[in-house]
């Protein structure tokens, strides 16, 4: 009688190969899942973090850089005014001193007020 195969259920060695199959199998796949998850979570964080900056700086009170230390101006504008231009080029200057930051309001009303008398 010659030997044929075995018909039917696999032996023992083909349903520990098997299994080794199936479960080497799934080990990939749940290891591709899980680093999935773990990449689209991570890209979520970094979504939420960056709209909470955004919020924050959205939310947060616009100030001005501190005025850098510059020597007071009012002496040089309290020197009596020359008639005709001098005046509005003082007045001018004071402006520029203003927009520049080195005056603040109350300075710059207080020099324009001694300029015009």
């Known amino acids: 009688m010659p030997l044929m195969g075995r018909m039917g259920r ?24 899980a680093r999935r998850q773990q990449r689209r979570a991570q890209d979520k964080y ?14 947060a009170p616009q100030s001005a ?3 850098q230390y510059a ?3 009012a002496p040089a504008a309290a020197t009596a005014p ?5 005046l509005v080029a003082e007045l001018q200057q004071l ?11 109350a300075e710059f009303e207080t020099a324009k007020a ?4």
């Open 65 to 67: 850089p501190p005025p």
């Open 10 to 33: 696999p032996g023992l060695l083909g349903m520990a190969a098997r299994t080794a199959v199936v479960a080497g199998t799934a080990t990939a796949v749940s290891g591709n899942v």
């Open 46 to 59: 970094e979504q939420h973090e960056y709209e909470v900056q955004q919020e924050a700086a959205a939310m």
């Open 71 to 73: 020597p007071p101006a």
């Open 82 to 86: 020359a008639p005709g231009g001098d």
């Open 114 to 117: 001694k300029l015009l008398g």
């Open 95 to 105: 402006a520029q001193l203003k927009a520049q930051g080195i005056l603040s309001d």
